[in-house]
């Protein structure tokens, strides 16, 4: 009968793996008659990992610049993101617990289920750092000053490949302004208690319908705009890619035009957590490890891959480059940024 409120259904509780404890979860779908105040019910699920876990080291790269409107760190410690999952649309928080031995993931939204499910692979549990064997005495002391360091395996493709195809050729600052625009203008709002202003990328259906003059607007060019229409079009075959071996993944990618080495690299090592995935045609990265591992500032791809080439042999290329990354190890700044150009205004 209208105006009564809904019985309040029964607690259900949800089985959970290796180290998972089940906590007491509520059905995801809010209740329609529910008061304005009361927050809607979380699904939960706690993990406890093999070892350390940084969250800002396994998560961060996921986040693409501080105004990320589907990342946000808060002062608690936690990380919420959103995500457009297989089962619609989701919000996650994860926190670590003060003794850092377990961590802890809320969940609202139609997408709850599986992004709990994800959880222990988004923290790096199929991640194997045993694996990699510093050979060059910076990595080990960055390695043994950052522990907790994991390669997060979102298991998601197109969240990580929009804004990679965004990031070609231009400014991060470029790449994230543009991110933040079309996600806050196309998107939807994230589910549940999010942070103000946090939303969940649009769905391939809305990319694809997006104006030429949105486009336009958020500062891209046609090049970059029409690679991501041309990828939305077959976003399910993409997201298969996940499932594959990196190299396969990679190959898959690349099969769309507009879509490279560089782009499927940066793809796969968020969505595939793929060690050995190394980065090449970066503006930055070979002159960086070069400096690094051979105190030269002019290297190029070639010198990096020779340079890098006994953590090929470990399958942990990746790993080697973020290390270099997190030690600051960096050489002085001899040029001009990337000039920036503002499509938008002509």
Not at 20 to 32: F, I, K, L
Not at 309 to 332: K, T, V, W
Request: with cysteine; glycine share 8%; charged share 25%.
């Amino acid at each position: 009968m209208a105006g009564r409120f809904s019985p309040r259904p029964a607690v259900t509780r949800t089985t959970l793996r290796g180290g998972d404890t089940a906590m007491p979860t509520e059905p995801a779908e809010s209740h329609p008659t529910a008061l304005p105040h009361q927050r809607p019910a979380p699904r939960t699920r706690r993990w406890t990992p093999p070892g350390p876990l940084n969250l800002a080291l396994v998560l961060g790269p996921l986040r693409r610049g501080p105004g990320d409107p589907t990342f946000r760190p808060t002062p608690d410690g936690a990380i919420w993101r959103t995500s457009r999952t297989p089962q619609g649309p989701g919000t996650l928080r994860v926190s670590l617990h003060p003794d850092a031995a377990e961590a802890e993931g809320e969940a609202w939204g139609p997408g709850a289920e599986w992004l709990l499910d994800q959880l222990p692979c988004m923290l790096g549990e199929l991640d194997d750092p045993s694996a990699f064997t510093p050979r060059h005495r910076l990595l080990a002391l960055t390695e043994r000053r950052r522990p907790g360091l994991l390669l997060t395996r979102t298991g998601l493709v197109m969240e990580s490949l929009i804004p990679s195809i965004l990031e070609q050729k231009v400014t991060t600052d470029e790449a994230y302004r543009a991110w933040r625009l079309l996600v806050r203008r196309f998107g939807e709002p994230a589910p549940g208690p999010a942070p103000d202003r946090m939303y969940v990328m649009p769905d391939p259906r809305t990319w694809a319908l997006i104006p030429s003059w949105e486009w336009h607007r958020a500062g891209v060019d046609n090049k970059r705009a029409s690679t991501i229409l041309r990828a939305v079009r077959v976003a399910r075959r993409l997201e298969e890619a996940a499932a594959m071996e990196p190299a396969k993944a990679q190959a898959r990618l690349e099969l769309i035009p507009g879509i490279g080495p560089w782009t499927s690299a940066e793809t796969v090592q968020r969505s595939n957590g793929a060690p050995d995935a190394i980065t090449v045609g970066d503006l930055h990265l070979p002159g960086i490890v070069g400096y690094a591992l051979a105190g030269e500032r002019d290297a190029d791809d070639a010198r990096m891959l020779e340079l890098l080439e006994p953590y090929a042999e470990q399958g942990q290329r990746h790993r080697a480059a973020r290390l270099i990354l997190l030690s600051g190890h960096a050489p002085p700044r001899r040029m001009p940024r990337m000039p920036r150009a503002n499509i938008a205004a002509l």
